[in-house]
Each structure stands twice: as C-alpha cells, then as structure tokens.
C-alpha cells in the first residue's frame, strides 16, 4: 500500500556531510509530519528531526545546529541535511511518515527500511 523509501547513507569522515532522502509513495491521500529517528548500536531509536505539512521543524538538541530537515511536498519526499558529522552520529537512520491512505478515517505512522550511516573518526 504505501512504501518509504530512503537512500544517501554511506561512509563518511568526522567534519564531513550526507544528505538523506525518504520517497513515500503508494496510496496516500494526505501526508502529515514526517521525520527521521536514527539507531546507534545498543541504544534505543532516538528522534532526530520532524517537519509537519505546514514546514514546521523539530529537532533533537544535539543535532539542531547541525541538521536540516526540509521537504518536497510535490514529491512526497523528506530530506535530511547533516553536517560536522561526529563519530556519535553513527546510526541506522529511519524515516517515518503520518498519513491518509484510501479509505482511512485516521492516519498511520509508516516506516523506511533504514539507511546506515558510518563517520568515521
């Protein structure tokens, strides 16, 4: 019915960038808030950053001055900028997005598949 899909994880050096993007497609009325969570190795899914239909942004404390979040609502696609990445940044990064499939009287929180990210120190 409705996939994420998130591509721009690679390997990358402390101080360097990335730039991820998430796709939803399928059979999506509305999209609401959509958002990235990352995963480190034996610590729980952490929040990164959320931007609401209306632009609205929301980030972690420890990535506010480093990370941008924006997105394309034409394409359904949700973006992360990463700068000064550090060695912590290391992560599965997921993508979420609150929509309306066909049909439905209330959204739902769907999930990419993952994208690793590795900085290397």
């Known amino acids: 019915q409705v996939q994420l899909v998130e591509s721009g994880g690679d390997l990358v050096q402390a101080g360097g960038s990335l730039r991820l993007s998430c796709a939803a497609s399928g059979s999506i009325v509305r999209l609401n808030s959509m958002g990235w969570y990352r995963q480190a190795p034996g610590k729980q ?9 209306g632009g609205t942004t929301d980030y972690a404390d420890s990535m506010k001055a480093r990370f941008t979040i924006s997105r394309d609502n034409a394409k359904n696609t949700v973006y992360l900028q990463m700068n ?8 599965v990064y997921y993508c979420y997005a609150d929509l309306y499939i066909k049909g439905a009287n209330y959204p739902n929180r769907y999930w990419g598949q993952g994208t690793q990210v590795t900085v290397s120190s």
Not at 45 to 53: F, G, K, P
Not at 84 to 91: G, M, N, Q, V, Y
């Open 45 to 53: 899914r952490e929040l990164v950053a959320l931007i609401t239909s």
């Open 84 to 91: 000064s990445l550090k060695p912590e940044d290391t992560a």
